[in-house]
């Protein structure tokens, strides 16, 4: 085909567009009957319908019959990569442990290096390929993977080289963290300084080397690491030029928000326990605030994260499964934005936002993806839907009638 006349190769017409862009001044960014079109796997078209003549753009055109298109949905806080099960731990909290006391015990996180360090590469990727399966089955177009259950050198670059392995695998776009600083691995007990300057002066350079994560994490709680040592690993990090994201206010107050804040870090991620003045150091400081539903639900927490107070700073709120073994083995993004809604009183439209364009900048892409927008990556979904609050309000049903990854219809 002579692209020389082409706006797009392939053209969505009668569309309505959860455009999720807050240039578009209407809840979810809504564009009732748009076309929108894409080339080289870029958003190159977004117009009315009747605003321009289809045959000039001499594209393939699909006619959406009015359904419903938002961007691809973004999971920015996965443990994605593990080895083995935390099934008999689950056991033992329904029958009265605490997440903190078994791992006090060596279990936890611990339990799951174990399992993590004893298998390879390729057996990580195996594992790890039913629950990506699960994500993207239901839209989710980019996912961020955590490393943190190898605590070596050896087994973190590993569990780093895994996930750039899936990505090669699937139609998704993956980006990886550094989490080193999860938990002690045991050889290092009694020495957590030493540890903190293995992550700082061996594993950040050489990941930042070879170019095996976008974005380094930390866990703050009393359980992990202080706030000096968090404080040591983000410094660690600036220098490397990796981009900065944080486990804070979990399971207690450690101030770590305000901290990652200064950091002009990504996201901080949790935050049940952050107080005013962690949302004060928030507000303006670019950091996305992203809520994990499902740890809070999957650990029985009753403390909810200060949603109102957040949303009065203005700070952006993401959403994200914190899939993992011990606290959300939920693989569900679509569920978290229903819990996201029903536990800590998000609209549907900011559980959308929490998914899709907030998402984006907590990884980093702001630019690139999370809006339905012209220049932006064409990572798009098309609903049989009314309403995008369907989306939040509906669970267990899929209406994806495509997923579309940088421009291309896969199967749904
Ligand atoms: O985000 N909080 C620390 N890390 C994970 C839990 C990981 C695990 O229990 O294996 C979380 O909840
Ligand atoms: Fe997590």
Same mark, same amino acid.
């Given at each position: 085909?002579?692209?020389?006349?082409?706006?797009?190769?392939?053209?969505?017409?009668?569309?309505?567009?959860?455009?999720?862009?807050?240039?578009?001044?209407?809840?979810?960014?809504?564009?009732?009957?748009?076309?929108?079109?894409?080339?080289?796997?870029?958003?190159?078209?977004?117009?009315?319908?009747?605003?321009?003549?289809?045959?000039?753009?001499?594209?393939?055109?699909?006619?959406?019959?009015?359904?419903?298109?938002?961007?691809?949905?973004?999971?920015?806080?996965?443990?994605?990569?593990?080895?083995?099960?935390?099934?008999?731990?689950?056991?033992?909290?329904?029958?009265?442990?605490?997440?903190?006391?078994?791992?006090?015990?060596?279990?936890?996180?611990?339990?799951?290096?174990?399992?993590?360090?004893?298998?390879?590469?390729?057996?990580?990727?195996?594992?790890?390929?039913?629950?990506?399966?699960?994500?993207?089955?239901?839209?989710?177009?980019?996912?961020?993977?955590?490393?943190?259950?190898?605590?070596?050198?050896?087994?973190?670059?590993?569990?780093?080289?895994?996930?750039?392995?899936?990505?090669?695998?699937?139609?998704?776009?993956?980006?990886?963290?550094?989490?080193?600083?999860?938990?002690?691995?045991?050889?290092?007990?009694?020495?957590?300084?030493?540890?903190?300057?293995?992550?700082?002066?061996?594993?950040?350079?050489?990941?930042?080397?070879?170019?095996?994560?976008?974005?380094?994490?930390?866990?703050?709680?009393?359980?992990?690491?202080?706030?000096?040592?968090?404080?040591?690993?983000?410094?660690?990090?600036? &220098? #490397?030029? *990796?981009?900065?994201?944080?486990?804070? !206010?979990? =399971?207690?107050?450690?101030?770590?928000? $305000?901290?990652? @804040?200064?950091?002009?870090?990504?996201?901080?991620?949790?935050?049940?326990?952050?107080?005013?003045?962690?949302?004060?150091?928030?507000?303006?400081?670019?950091?996305?605030?992203?809520?994990?539903?499902?740890?809070?639900?999957?650990?029985?927490?009753?403390?909810?994260?200060?949603?109102?107070?957040?949303?009065?700073?203005?700070?952006?709120?993401?959403?994200?499964?914190?899939?993992?073994?011990?606290?959300?083995?939920?693989?569900?993004?679509?569920?978290?934005?229903?819990? &996201? #809604?029903? *536990?800590?009183?998000?609209?549907?439209? !900011?559980? =959308?936002?929490?998914?899709?364009?907030? $998402?984006?900048? @907590?990884?980093?892409?702001?630019?690139?993806?999370?809006?339905?927008?012209?220049?932006?990556?064409?990572?798009?979904?098309?609903?049989?839907?009314?309403?995008?609050?369907?989306?939040?309000?509906?669970?267990?049903?899929?209406?994806?009638?495509?997923?579309?990854?940088?421009?291309?219809?896969?199967?749904?």
């Amino acid at each position: 085909m002579d692209r020389s006349f082409c706006t797009a190769e392939k053209v969505w017409t009668n569309v309505k567009l959860a455009t999720m862009d807050p240039e578009v001044k209407a809840v979810y960014g809504l564009l009732d009957r748009h076309a929108i079109g894409v080339l080289d796997g870029r958003i190159t078209l977004l117009k009315p319908m009747g605003s321009f003549n289809i045959d000039e753009v001499a594209a393939e055109v699909i006619d959406a019959g009015g359904m419903c298109m938002t961007p691809g949905l973004i999971d920015s806080h996965t443990h994605l990569i593990y080895g083995g099960q935390r099934t008999a731990e689950f056991s033992r909290r329904q029958e009265g442990a605490s997440y903190a006391e078994i791992a006090c015990e060596g279990g936890g996180i611990l339990s799951t290096v174990r399992a993590t360090r004893a298998l390879s590469e390729a057996e990580l990727v195996e594992q790890a390929r039913p629950r990506l399966e699960a994500l993207l089955a239901e839209g989710v177009t980019t996912v961020e993977v955590k490393s943190g259950y190898g605590l070596t050198v050896k087994d973190e670059l590993k569990m780093l080289r895994a996930v750039r392995t899936l990505a090669t695998d699937f139609p998704v776009r993956l980006r990886s963290t550094l989490l080193a600083a999860h938990a002690l691995p045991p050889e290092y007990s009694g020495r957590t300084d030493a540890y903190i300057e293995l992550i700082c002066n061996e594993l950040i350079p050489q990941v930042a080397q070879l170019g095996l994560a976008e974005a380094v994490d930390v866990f703050c709680e009393p359980i992990a690491f202080s706030l000096t040592q968090c404080e040591r690993v983000f410094t660690a990090a600036q &220098a #490397a030029g *990796l981009g900065i994201k944080a486990h804070v !206010e979990q =399971l207690s107050n450690s101030q770590g928000a $305000a901290l990652a @804040a200064q950091y002009a870090a990504w996201s901080v991620d949790h935050l049940e326990y952050l107080d005013e003045a962690g949302i004060a150091a928030l507000k303006d400081s670019g950091t996305v605030a992203t809520l994990l539903p499902g740890a809070f639900y999957f650990l029985g927490e009753t403390r909810q994260p200060p949603v109102d107070a957040l949303r009065q700073a203005q700070v952006p709120l993401a959403v994200a499964s914190d899939l993992n073994p011990g606290s959300s083995p939920l693989a569900s993004l679509r569920l978290m934005m229903n819990m &996201a #809604a029903v *536990l800590f009183g998000l609209t549907p439209e !900011e559980a =959308l936002q929490g998914t899709t364009c907030h $998402a984006a900048v @907590a990884l980093g892409l702001g630019e690139e993806v999370g809006m339905l927008k012209v220049g932006m990556a064409a990572d798009m979904l098309l609903w049989e839907i009314d309403d995008p609050a369907q989306l939040t309000c509906e669970f267990g049903v899929n209406r994806l009638q495509q997923r579309i990854f940088a421009g291309k219809v896969q199967d749904a």
